[in-house]
């Protein structure tokens, strides 16, 4: 009998196709993805939301978030994607499933879009490939999404995507732009036995 501690098995990343999109690798070695990354990290609509644990000022900070990224797909813990237009190949944002707990098989998703991208359902869209995946091939039982009490956008791409809303977490998030100081949360989730969105 396998432990279900040795069930975790380190995955090779796998680019997802549809409604539009494709999701793929980003590439800290590439100049123009690295300036995506950082377009979007400094994006007034994404700090006002968002505020990660590295912030990023320059292209340096956005290639080692990058490379870190990368890592820890390579360890099994997190899986990053480029959004990208699929006729095109244009980055239109960045789709994280982040924690993964294989024991037991959680992980937590993040989002955003480059304002060039917003008003057409990239979010949505991507959101519904990548937790399809993570809830069926990486075998994952549920999906966690935390957003900022008061951004309606992502509540709204969250209930869109099958994740309904679980309660207001209390202090849950850094406050837009530091890290001493901590505001409310809406968590939303959904399960591998949840139906799919229509």
Not at 117 to 132: F, K, Q, S, Y
Request: glycine content about 10%.
């Amino acid at each position: 009998m396998t432990d279900v501690h040795d069930q975790h098995l380190i995955r090779p990343f796998t680019p997802l196709h549809g409604h539009g999109l494709r999701l793929c690798a980003w590439d800290a070695d590439s100049g123009a993805q690295a300036q995506d990354w950082l377009r979007g990290a400094l994006d007034p609509e994404f700090g006002r939301w968002n505020t990660p644990l590295t912030l990023i000022h320059d292209l340096d900070g956005a290639r080692a978030v990058m490379r870190r990224r990368a890592e820890q797909a390579a360890q099994g813990t997190s899986v990053s994607y480029r959004i990208t237009d699929e006729s095109s190949g244009t980055t239109l944002g960045h789709l994280g499933i982040n924690v993964i707990d294989h024991v037991l098989r959680t992980a937590r998703v993040g989002y955003w879009v480059l304002p060039e991208a917003r008003g057409h359902g990239v979010a949505t869209r991507a959101l519904r490939l990548g937790a399809h995946w993570a809830l069926t091939d990486l075998g994952l039982h549920r999906l966690e999404l935390g957003h900022a009490l008061g951004h309606d956008a992502s509540c709204t791409v969250a209930e869109r995507c099958g994740f309904h809303y679980e309660g207001t977490l209390r202090g849950a998030m850094f406050e837009a732009g530091r890290h001493d100081a901590f505001r409310d949360a809406h968590l939303h989730a959904r399960l591998a036995t949840d139906p799919e969105p229509s």
